[in-house]
């Protein structure tokens, strides 16, 4: 499975962006897909996932500004974020794993993309 990820750049505090991530090659329909970030210094955390049955978790520091959609035909995952703050500068990662109810393990990483919130 390979990971393209697009949309990051410079926004200013409280402006919104929207990234994307296409999946390609042979990712199970069954599979979770999400965002992580991670800031320079910091562990990698979660910002969004969605589940193949549509069921989304969102991390405590985004839940309410940010959104993420999935298209299940086309394999792809955006995330809407709106009232961006300085503290959301970070690298964002598309993921995709196996289900949690699956015992084949699997967890594909795309490239990253910078989003920098700044005046």
């Known amino acids: 499975v390979q990971l393209q990820a697009s949309g990051g750049g410079l926004v200013q505090p409280g402006g919104s962006l929207r990234l994307s991530c296409a999946a390609s090659?042979?990712?199970?329909?069954?599979?979770?897909m999400g965002w992580y970030r991670q800031a320079p210094g910091k562990q990698r955390e979660l910002v969004a996932r969605?589940?193949?049955?549509?069921?989304?978790t969102y991390g405590d520091t985004v839940r309410g500004r940010f959104t993420v959609s999935r298209d299940a035909r086309k394999n792809t995952i955006d995330l809407q974020m709106h009232s961006l703050k300085a503290e959301d500068t970070s690298v964002y990662y598309c993921?995709?794993?196996?289900?949690?109810?699956?015992?084949?393990?699997?967890?594909?990483w795309g490239q990253g993309t910078q989003v920098t919130v700044s005046s």
């Open positions: 969605v589940t193949s049955g549509g069921t989304e």
């Open positions: 090659g042979n990712m199970p329909s069954s599979s979770t």
């Open positions: 993921n995709v794993r196996q289900p949690r109810w699956s015992s084949t393990k699997y967890d594909y």
